[in-house]
């Protein structure tokens, strides 16, 4: 990547102002606009605000580690960076679409990198009625929520619900329940990449669910549908030593 021209970009944290400084510093700073690669200085968190916030551009986005969870990002290391961008492995997603319609009938629309989830606004268990490319597929799971995840996602809140790890390019979305009540043993499904789900939520007004697609949420959903933007691509850059396929590989087996 000869005379590519570098926007960083940086969380609030310590760690990641300071490295933008020196970074700064040492390779000159463009605007985002201008860039040819932006890297992303802080945690998986702020890579998905960097993502979100340049999808339109499809730049590609290269992450340093200056956070706290940094699944998605590189090692971080300031010396040769150019040599680092020019031998990294690319890697392309997809984002999930979310149409959430609330109980007063608005539609909303947003995007998810990771997942889409719904969640129980109460005390009291959410009743959600599941459907695949409008077949019926559960007519009733009573619990605290419910996601969709992509690959990249998986190992995400995915994960911590007990949901499977996608490797990239398998052409799958992982559809996993939080903490069901009924039927107790479901344990969720592996849908292809081109599935369109839709929930519906039963008495939702004595039973409010909320909608979250990464970090935008609507609450007071009815219903919603879920499903993958294959138009939509978004470029990551890896270190050959540390790509992200290796490391869903790796997380399958950790102890």
Not at 51 to 65: A, D, E, N, S
């Amino acid at each position: 990547m000869p005379n590519h021209k570098i926007a960083f970009v940086a969380a609030r944290g310590q760690p990641a102002q300071e490295a933008l400084l020196r970074l700064t510093e040492r390779y000159g700073n463009v605007t985002p606009a201008k860039a040819d690669v932006v890297v992303a200085l802080g945690g998986d968190g702020f890579m998905l605000q960097t993502l979100h916030r340049h999808i339109k551009r499809q730049v590609p986005i290269y992450g340093m580690h200056r956070g706290s969870v940094g699944f998605l990002m590189n090692t971080y290391r300031e010396a040769r960076l150019p040599e680092r961008l020019k031998a990294a492995a690319s890697v392309t997603v997809h984002p999930l679409r979310m149409r959430a319609i609330t109980a007063n009938g608005k539609e909303h629309e947003a995007l998810a990198i990771n997942e889409v989830s719904l969640l129980r606004q109460t005390r009291q268990a959410a009743k959600l009625r599941i459907s695949v490319d409008g077949v019926q597929r559960l007519e009733e799971l009573i619990c605290d929520g419910a996601l969709v995840a992509t690959p990249a996602g998986s190992t995400a809140y995915n994960l911590s619900a007990h949901g499977p790890i996608i490797p990239l390019g398998a052409g799958l979305l992982a559809l996993t329940p939080i903490s069901a009540f009924r039927p107790r043993r479901w344990r969720g499904a592996l849908l292809p990449s081109t599935a369109s789900v839709t929930f519906d939520i039963l008495e939702h007004d004595k039973r409010p669910v909320s909608a979250v697609a990464d970090y935008t949420e609507v609450r007071d959903v009815v219903r919603v549908d879920v499903f993958e933007e294959p138009d939509i691509d978004m470029t990551l850059l890896f270190d050959p030593e540390h790509n992200l396929e290796e490391r869903i590989v790796k997380e399958q087996f950790e102890p």
